[in-house]
């Protein structure tokens, strides 16, 4: 028996920030996110040799240890092990034995949610095989309680959730952890114009989202005004983000994450850079009426929306920054789990 999951990567439209405690604690957050057809996988195929074994597909890498209740947590691979900690420790489970294989479709810090939504799929795939009793808000909030709570890792809400539903959704963030989604009804037309308008592309560079995020949370602690009226406003492009999706205003699209580009570079330092700038610009002049970097910043990928008849002249265009573009559909489903 083999035991598969899948979960989709996402890109932020709007509102990217607000998720982040303390500002979501104090303020409540908001969020435009959508999943896309880059996954991470995981497969579970259950043991009887007493070990446990870690695959990392995409990195070929591999990781072997002794049957034990609790896995070390010690800087080696400690995102897939203090999944198995948890599901051992909350579910009073004995050792399992088992081989983990994990790939994901974009490399990590690239600000697609990586990281976030292969710990969704990994917990998906231990809910299959354990049969365990998780819904899809349990399934993002342990998820997340992992990352945050368990790893102490830096980082905001959305990843999680955005990767078990899947689709369009807008979500809420409120103080407590919790989280309302709000899944969107939009128009199979309008999601295949807005994917064929969509120009994805990958500076081949990476970011520790970590620093960012970090300065962004001492700011609203330090109260700094221009960084919290920046969230307030990223809040406000969230709500008109929505309204252009439902109704059917695309063409507003562009100007929409130019208001949250401008406003997001205001959060903390480093979210930008010089070659963010001059690709921006580079898009800008070849037909792109708006774009932003995804997740956090600092490097990784940016996203532009352009009219149809201006695509191939954007791609073009990036071509002189080296990288690549990356093809992709916006996708209806989230978290998919199944065995054979």
Known sequence: ??????????????????????YSDLFGGCILNATISLYA???????????????????????????????????????????????????????????????????AGSGLGTSSTLVVAVLGAFVQWLNLPLGEY?????????EREDLQLAGGKQDQYAATFG????MEFYNENKVVVNPLRIRNNVV????RSMV?????????????????????NDNNAQSIEA?????????????????????????????????KKRMAKGISTQLFEDVYQAALAA????????????????FFYCPMEKRYDIIKALQAFGGSVRRFEFTKHGLLTWQF
């Open 1 to 22: 028996m083999i035991i598969r999951s899948k979960a989709p990567l996402r890109l932020g439209l709007a509102g990217g920030g607000t998720d982040v405690s303390p």
């Open 41 to 107: 996988y995981a497969d579970i195929i259950p043991k009887n040799d007493n070990k446990i074994t870690f695959y990392l597909r995409d990195k070929e890498e591999c990781y072997n240890y002794n049957l034990v209740e609790q896995l070390p947590i010690n800087g080696e691979i400690d995102l897939l092990k203090a999944i198995y900690n948890r599901i051992i420790r909350d579910y009073k489970l004995p050792p399992l034995s088992f081989e983990l294989h994990t790939f994901v479709d974009a490399p």
């Open 138 to 146: 349990d399934i993002a909030h342990l998820a997340y309680s992992i």
């Open 167 to 170: 689709g369009f959704n807008f």
């Open 192 to 195: 295949n114009e807005l994917s």
């Open 200 to 220: 994805l592309f990958y500076t081949d560079t990476s970011r520790d989202s970590a620093k960012i995020i970090m300065q962004q949370q001492q700011n609203v």
């Open 231 to 263: 969230m307030h406003r990223l809040k406000e492009q969230a709500i008109l983000m929505k309204e252009a999706l439902l109704k059917n205003n695309l063409d507003d699209i562009g100007n929409i994450l130019n208001i949250g580009w401008e406003q």
């Open 287 to 302: 037909g792109a009426t708006g774009g932003k970097i995804s997740g956090a910043g600092g490097g990784g990928y940016i």
